[in-house]
């Protein structure tokens, strides 16, 4: 199973031009950060977890020619803004992509893509079919995906488990029943938004203790403001087995 970082940013502190801190005005590729979003493949199945606003940038980028699925976390629009660009991959498989996300979030999904539902189905329009989750595993394709229920400040959303591979971002709180699923797993990936707390995500002091309490073989961490800093100098900082992820990062583990 490959697993590729497409975006490990945020939109809270999206770099922009007007800013001049260190991390926006560095150089380095690894301080450029497109929005938080996952591509995992096997040999067979192309899956996308998120597809927030940079996602026709972040196909692109990795040259990914099918898609399977999107798996959604949560309805935030940093997390499913680009999902009408889903269009060119219903144009090369000449079917719908099939879209899994709770209840709450195929609302939003209706919502802001109401013209993708609508009764008339306007020429060139995406297709989304949508396919319901909840707290039990689900199957997509062959891959056994376990929902692990996370909380984002208030709001209830989901990470995910596949085999020893476990991916959650936004995440403030997790709760005992959420930790339980991830017991034996040996890749994990965690939010941190800055060094400071915040009011709905992790800080990466509180990832780090996370991470420590599931105890996996590696970790990395996703969802970063530019407050956190410099890639290089954080990483410097980092324990043993702890690694800030970067877009476009990529690494194999077991099914």
Do not use: W
């Not at 697993?3 to 991390?23: K, R």
């Not at 935030?76 to 889903?86: E, F, N, R, T």
């Amino acid at each position: 199973m490959k697993i590729t970082f497409l975006g490990t940013g945020t939109s809270q502190g999206v770099p922009v031009i007007a800013c001049e801190c260190e991390t926006c005005q560095s150089k380095d590729p690894q301080d450029k950060r497109l929005r938080t979003s996952l591509l995992l493949e096997t040999e067979k199945v192309t899956l996308v977890f998120d597809a927030g606003p940079d996602f026709r940038q972040q196909m692109l980028r990795e040259n990914v020619k099918k898609l399977d699925a999107i798996i959604l976390t949560h309805e935030h629009k940093d997390h499913i803004a680009g999902m009408d660009d889903v269009r060119a991959f219903n144009y090369k498989s000449q079917d719908a992509v099939d879209i899994y996300a709770e209840e709450r979030v195929q609302k939003a999904v209706k919502r802001e893509f109401a013209y993708v539902f609508a009764e008339y189905q306007y020429p060139g329009i995406p297709k989304m079919r949508l396919n319901i989750i909840n707290d039990y595993l689900f199957n997509v394709r062959g891959i056994d995906i376990i929902p692990i229920k996370v909380r984002h400040m208030n709001l209830e959303i989901y990470g995910f488990r596949i085999g020893d591979f476990a991916y959650i971002t936004d995440a403030s709180y997790i709760p005992e029943s959420s930790k339980e699923k991830l017991i034996g797993v040996k890749y994990l990936v965690i939010n941190a938004l800055r060094k400071e707390k915040h009011i709905s995500h992790f800080s990466l002091r509180e990832a780090i203790d996370f991470i420590r309490e599931i105890s996996p073989k590696k970790a990395f961490i996703t969802h970063i403001s530019h407050q956190m800093g410099l890639a290089k100098n954080v990483s410097e900082e980092l324990p043993a087995g702890i690694m800030l992820a970067y877009d476009g990062l990529k690494m194999v583990c077991d099914e």
